[in-house]
């Protein structure tokens, strides 16, 4: 995960003004950079076509859907969006995307840790194989977790002898997200952790810090935007998510049934204006949440960029 | 000693045991068994369908994102903040939504669907259906890897060339490009990953019309509810090797980046 969206739109009148030995005035300094950016050919053309292709395939699609439902009367939307079944798929998709965030967070940092601080054996395999959620499809990951936690699979069998049954139950649900998000979290503290400075711990031991109190002092502060970040990116990825999900789930209303596949339920059943409605809240959320980690970036950017 | 443990077994849980558990169970049946699935005429034309699909949406995505990397590193514009938000606006929308957004547009009952089913055409239920979903989730991909790439570069170089009397191909081909290549294979590499592995979106928008519409994912899906779980786990192997290929890749790609990254230092020191 490199692409920060915030950074991107770092101020890079830096560089385009890097060759002026003398600091201009402001308003010199914007006229200095109008003329200057014309030096390089191809604003207009990869600038239009950028803007050409991503209104043509994502926002005009996109804002279909929206108009969709400004057709939809308002008493009619707030019943579509929350009948009994929606809520229960709510309850589950949220709940069930919280706890798999939360567990990726604390065992993440684990992970995150261990791959930058210690050497051992395997370590260059377990730090790629870390990506594997990003790159296995969803639904091969989706099959193989019901297998291997149906009650006759490799770990489902030992469960059940526990009394404890996960596959076709929301708990496989929280499962099949945990496997989903997994490399978020660990791939946005790896960067902070290797920046961070063993100064910091040292300077903390040396004036009389028990090692726990180092990490909760020293260490968790300085990555807890980096993991606060990583959590987002895992609950937003796990609320959409679908191919993973749907063969662990049961998919039962009101017990076992996810929100984007009840999108695609009330689209099998022609129900347009139902289907879109659930789809407008689910990209409401995204969108807040998206916001949130936008926040989050240029928070952890600043803490970690004091450092240097 | 303990973290470590900790952390190889979340590991080994979550990620090593499913990935063996599917080459397992492709295989338990025999070499036999697992020959004959890959070889159905249905699973073969969802393997073509599949790099149909990743075929045109790949190079069209790389186009976007080197064209939008080089109006957002190369230039300053207002609103591109915005822009650079906009383009990972797919990275959140759930693929369902991607696909409905589609049916919404093209679907019989959609903005256009009078006028496709006037001319006879079809994109829902048809493999144009199933390229924009694909483009769609899978839009940011090369972007956002180059972006940062090409910002941290700066424009010295290019502006060098263009003043040394290089036309903007020719700056671009032989200045930028050798830069950013291996950002830029990295980038096509996850995209490619992405588009022959996407479910929710295609499946949304494919109508699962066996030997016509179906790519790899969703054949597995038709196999794994018919109960023929070795030929679904066959499927899927193939699909997981791609994981695999992928992520071999990538760790070169990274490790070749990072010897020209510490060449580039060594220089400049």
Redesign the interface.
């Known amino acids: 995960m ?9 101020d ?2 830096a ?2 003004a ?1 060759g002026d030995a003398a600091p201009a005035p402001r308003a010199l300094s914007t006229s200095i ?1 109008r003329r200057r ?1 014309r ?5 207009g ?3 239009g ?3 050409a ?2 209104s043509l ?3 005009l ?2 804002g ?2 929206l108009i ?1 439902t400004a057709q939809m009367t308002w008493p009619d939307f707030i019943a579509a969006v929350t009948s009994p079944r929606v809520l229960a798929s709510y309850r589950l998709t949220f709940g069930a995307s919280l706890a798999a965030a939360t567990v990726n967070a604390l ?1 993440g940092l ?2 995150a ?3 930058v601080r ?1 050497r ?1 054996p ?1 370590k ?1 395999l ?1 730090d ?14 989706g ?3 019901t ?2 936690f149906a009650p006759n699979g ?2 489902g069998a030992p469960l059940a002898a526990l009394g404890i049954k996960v596959a076709f139950t929301p708990l496989g649900v929280f499962v099949a997200l ?2 989903i998000g ?1 490399p978020f979290v660990v791939r946005t503290i790896q960067p902070v952790l290797q920046t961070l400075p063993g100064e910091l711990e040292e300077a903390a031991a040396t004036l009389g810090a028990a090692r726990s109190q180092v990490f909760v002092r020293v260490i968790l502060p300085i990555v807890t935007p980096a993991l606060l970040t990583g959590f987002t990116l895992a609950f ?1 990825r796990a ?5 993973s999900v749907i ?1 662990i789930a049961g998919n039962m209303p009101l017990v076992s049934e996810i929100t ?2 009840l ?2 339920t009330k ?1 099998e059943q ?1 129900d ?1 204006a139902g ?2 409605a659930i ?1 407008v809240v ?2 409401a959320v ?2 807040f ?2 916001l949130a ?2 926040m989050l970036q240029g928070w952890t950017r600043r803490r970690s960029g004091a450092l240097e | 000693m303990l973290l470590i443990g900790v952390a190889l077994g979340f590991l080994t849980l979550f990620l090593f045991v499913p990935l063996a558990f599917v080459f397992h169970q492709a295989l338990r049946k025999g070499v036999d068994v697992y020959l004959t699935a890959i070889s159905d005429p249905d699973a073969l034309s969802a393997v073509r369908m599949t790099l149909l699909a990743a075929a045109i949406a790949v190079p069209l995505n790389l186009v976007f994102g080197v064209a939008a990397a080089w109006a957002i590193a190369k230039f300053n514009f207002p609103g591109k903040s915005v822009l650079t938000t906009l383009i990972d606006l797919p990275f959140s929308v759930s693929p369902v939504i991607a696909g409905l957004i589609f049916v919404l547009l093209f679907g019989l009952q959609g903005w256009f669907g009078p006028w496709l089913r006037e001319h006879d055409l079809k994109v829902i239920f048809a493999v144009p259906g199933i390229v924009l979903a694909t483009i769609f989730v899978t839009f940011p991909f090369v972007a956002r890897e180059l972006i940062p790439l090409m910002q941290a570069q700066g424009t010295e170089q290019e502006e060098a060339a263009t003043v040394l009397g290089a036309s903007g191909w020719k700056t671009f081909w032989r200045v930028t490009l050798p830069n950013i290549k291996w950002g830029l294979l990295y980038g096509v590499i996850l995209c490619n990953a992405r588009a022959m592995g996407e479910f929710g979106a295609v499946a949304v928008v494919s109508g699962h019309i066996r030997g016509e519409t179906n790519t790899m994912p969703l054949h597995i899906e038709i196999l794994y509810n018919e109960y023929q779980f070795a030929a679904a786990f066959a499927v899927a192997s193939l699909l997981a090797l791609l994981a695999l290929v992928t992520l071999a890749l990538k760790f070169a790609v990274e490790r070749r980046q990072r010897r020209v990254d510490d060449q580039d230092g060594r220089r400049s020191r």
Do not use: Q
Not at chain 1, 128 to 141: H, K, R
Not at chain 1, 239 to 243: N, T
């Open positions: 490199s692409g920060t969206p915030a950074a991107l739109a770092g890079f009148s560089v385009l890097g950079r950016r030096v390089l050919p191809g604003f053309l990869s600038l076509f950028t803007i292709y991503l395939l994502v926002l699609p996109l279909a859907a969709r065992f684990i992970v840790w261990v791959l210690y051992f395997g260059r377990a790629a194989l870390v990506d594997l959620p990003f790159a296995l499809p969803t639904a091969v990951a099959i193989a977790l297998g291997l490799w770990l945990t496997f997994l937003a609320i959409g998510e679908y191919g063969f984007p596949l999108i695609i689209l022609y347009y289907a879109t789809a689910m990209l995204s969108f949440l998206l980690i936008n």
